[in-house]
């Protein structure tokens, strides 16, 4: 099955709301909207930014979607400094990375919970891009398809066959998040396709078959092609490159 490659520029905290305001319309000038019919290019910026990236993109019809980098589990109520799915979703938001490994790492966060906010992600008709990886010594012991195989099973636990169709994954190898190493293509696919099998014995074929397993670690416009043509490679998730706006129309463009 064709499936619609998707680009997803993590900000991460960086850019406030004028600058976020600035870098989508420098994306829309840099990149063709023809481009646009073949990949889908979304932003994901920090929770103050949301609701601008939303005016520009609406306003200047603009084909972009855009998410949040992460979501409560509740909700509503006494959770202070929580936003809820409920929330993003009024405000228009298409995907909501959950289970970073940034996250996982600063926050402690667990395969349990990053299932319940996936869970919390659907409930809300939000898209969730569940992220895995391992480390680099779980890497150099061999161990990293297992590992992330295990990892993600745990972090789609409760998720029926009808939301797992609409979920997107994130294969972050921790060691090539914002360090410059990139794994390479083979390497990606490799596990890329481990994912892919696991997504089978949980939803069947024809689910798996159209579900969107990105890539992310230190991509860019010249990793970003040959990772591309991998058949189990769906997308990135961009960090770094996509605070250049020049850099992430270009990538953008090639993924198409
Ligand atoms: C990320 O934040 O998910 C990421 C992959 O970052 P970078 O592209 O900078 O490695």
């Not at 991509?219 to 605070?243: H, K």
Request: hydrophobic residues 45%; aromatic residues 6%; charged residues 20%.
């Amino acid at each position: 099955m064709a499936r619609t490659p998707l680009i997803a520029g993590n900000w991460k905290m960086n850019l406030n709301h004028l600058e976020a305001i600035a870098l989508v319309q420098k994306v829309a000038f840099a990149l063709p909207e023809k481009y646009l019919e073949k990949v889908e290019v979304a932003f994901i910026p920090p929770y103050t930014d949301i609701r601008g990236v939303q005016i520009v993109i609406e306003g200047d019809k603009l084909g972009f979607a855009y998410g949040a980098q992460d979501v409560s589990v509740h909700e509503s109520g006494a959770y202070t400094g929580e936003i809820s799915a409920g929330m993003l979703a009024k405000l228009g938001c298409t995907y909501v990375v959950v289970g970073h490994s940034e996250r996982r790492e600063y926050h402690s966060e667990t395969d349990e919970l990053v299932a319940a906010k996936a869970a919390a992600c659907h409930k809300h008709g939000l898209s969730p891009i569940v992220c895995v990886g391992e480390k680099l010594e779980t890497r150099e012991a061999g161990d990293h398809v297992g590992f992330v195989v295990e990892q993600l099973k745990g972090s789609l636990a409760g998720l029926d066959k009808g939301q797992l169709a609409s979920t997107v994954i994130a294969y972050e190898p921790v060691w090539a998040i914002g360090t410059g190493k990139t794994a390479s293509a083979a390497d990606a696919q490799e596990v890329c396709a481990a994912i892919r099998a696991a997504l089978t014995e949980l939803a069947g074929p024809e689910i798996a078959d159209q579900m969107r397993v990105l890539y992310g670690g230190s991509v860019n416009s010249s990793t970003v092609g040959e990772l591309l043509e991998q058949p189990d490679v769906d997308g990135g998730l961009v960090g770094g490159s996509s605070l250049k706006p020049d850099e992430f129309a270009q990538l953008s463009a090639i993924a198409a």
